[in-house]
């Protein structure tokens, strides 16, 4: 068994067992108090929205081209956006699941409204959102989510960026909470694939999708696989 300090934070998740193995963004980079809606918050959100209503605005006298106005626009809906989303990880942290939940949905319609072409920040979102689902046991809606950020994440950012192999490993942990294990199981040998290639055998985000492969064999039956990875 690997020393304590050596362990990935799915190991180390995996061990209190749980619906704690679904990883964030933040968690994954990681390898390598007030209540989420706060009056103040809720004003910087109108401020956000009411930045993009206008195409034009005075400025000493003249006018400022729309594309000004819409790039400062995405800028405040991003910067929001990372506050929530930095919202839903300290309410996750804390247990309230369900609160944690509410900040996405309401992080989701936010990036919706101010989607355009930019299919990233949807995506970004979604996936948040699809976490605090996993989170709060909500592993249906959690897997439908990371479908869809999977398709747009494959098309658009391609199958080896990190992002998409993020959510293809957070889709496995979901098919495999639903008892799909067989799929839970090539979806993580899909990701270990790639990351022992890029990243290396003993990179942090490797052994903690080694782990996930581990737990599927035990799962299957098959524990002499099973023991070999770890």
Same mark, same amino acid.
């Given at each position: 068994?690997?020393?304590?300090?050596?362990?990935?934070?799915?190991?180390?998740?995996?061990? !209190?067992?749980?619906? %704690?193995?679904?990883? +964030? *963004?933040?968690?994954?980079?990681?390898? !390598? @108090? $007030?209540?989420?809606?706060?009056?103040?918050?809720?004003?910087?959100? /109108?401020?956000?929205?009411?930045?993009?209503?206008?195409?034009? +605005?005075?400025?000493?006298?003249?006018?400022?081209? $729309?594309?000004? =106005?819409?790039?400062?626009?995405?800028?405040?809906? %991003? &910067?929001?956006?990372?506050?929530?989303?930095?919202?839903?990880?300290?309410?996750? #942290?804390?247990? %309230?699941?369900?609160? $944690?939940?509410?900040?996405?949905?309401?992080?989701?319609?936010?990036?919706?409204?101010? &989607? #355009?072409?930019?299919?990233?920040?949807?995506?970004?979102?979604?996936?948040?959102?699809?976490?605090?689902?996993?989170?709060? #046991?909500?592993? /249906?809606? &959690?897997?439908?989510? *990371?479908?869809?950020?999977?398709?747009?994440?494959?098309?658009?950012?391609? =199958?080896?960026?990190? %992002?998409?192999?993020?959510?293809?490993?957070?889709?496995?942990?979901?098919?495999?909470?639903?008892?799909?294990?067989?799929? $839970?199981?090539?979806?993580? *040998? +899909?990701?270990?694939?790639?990351?022992?290639?890029?990243? #290396?055998?003993?990179?942090?985000?490797?052994?903690?999708?080694? +782990? @996930?492969?581990?737990?599927?064999?035990?799962?299957?039956?098959?524990? /002499?696989? /099973?023991?070999?990875?770890?």
């Amino acid at each position: 068994a690997r020393a304590e300090h050596g362990r990935s934070p799915r190991e180390r998740i995996t061990a !209190g067992g749980g619906d %704690d193995r679904y990883l +964030s *963004l933040s968690e994954e980079a990681e390898m !390598g @108090g $007030a209540s989420m809606v706060r009056r103040e918050s809720l004003g910087r959100c /109108a401020l956000v929205l009411l930045s993009v209503v206008a195409a034009w +605005s005075p400025v000493q006298g003249g006018a400022q081209p $729309a594309a000004q =106005v819409n790039a400062q626009a995405a800028a405040d809906v %991003d &910067a929001e956006l990372a506050r929530m989303a930095s919202e839903v990880r300290r309410l996750d #942290g804390a247990g %309230d699941h369900p609160q $944690a939940v509410r900040v996405a949905e309401a992080a989701v319609a936010l990036a919706a409204r101010h &989607a #355009g072409t930019d299919e990233a920040r949807l995506a970004r979102a979604r996936f948040q959102l699809a976490i605090a689902y996993g989170r709060s #046991g909500r592993t /249906a809606d &959690a897997m439908v989510l *990371l479908q869809e950020t999977l398709a747009v994440q494959e098309r658009t950012l391609g =199958v080896e960026h990190p %992002d998409t192999l993020s959510t293809r490993n957070n889709l496995a942990t979901a098919y495999s909470h639903l008892g799909r294990t067989e799929e $839970a199981l090539a979806l993580y *040998l +899909s990701v270990l694939t790639v990351q022992e290639r890029v990243m #290396g055998a003993e990179h942090p985000a490797t052994l903690s999708t080694r +782990s @996930g492969v581990a737990n599927a064999y035990f799962t299957l039956g098959r524990t /002499a696989e /099973a023991m070999a990875l770890m």
